[in-house]
């Protein structure tokens, strides 16, 4: 069985600010061209859900993506919870990190890395 091709379109975005973060993270990194992002969902958190950000390989079921060069892996099963989703990347005096502006969370924690929907 194979894994799903590149979709047209994500069902989220990435500001400019998290573009130019991620791409200098895989730099530094040396991460190779076969990984990609991957983004989702897991139980947990105070919230109920936390969200998955890292780069990893390719995995069978996954959605695949390209957000201006970036390529984006996510679970099919978390579209679910992630449709409309923004990833920024805040550098400021007050934060840093990156943060999710989720359409579809009904709660978040404090430090807004869990969510409930």
Do not use: W
């Not at 799903?4 to 998290?18: F, N, V």
């Not at 550098?91 to 502006?101: E, I, K, P, Q, V």
């Amino acid at each position: 069985m194979s894994t799903a091709t590149l979709s047209a379109s994500a069902p989220l975005t990435l500001t400019p600010g998290a573009i130019v973060e991620l791409k200098k993270l895989k730099e530094q990194q040396e991460i190779s061209a076969d990984f990609g992002l991957r983004i989702g969902v897991e139980g947990g958190g105070c919230a109920g859900m936390n969200y998955i950000l890292g780069f990893d390989q390719k995995k069978e079921g996954d959605s695949e993506y390209e957000i201006e060069g970036i390529r984006i892996f996510m679970n099919k099963a978390h579209g679910l919870y992630l449709a409309g989703m923004e990833i920024d990347f805040k550098s400021g005096l007050d934060a840093r990190g990156f943060t999710f502006n989720n359409p579809n969370a009904t709660s978040t924690c404090g430090c807004g890395s869990s969510f409930s929907a």
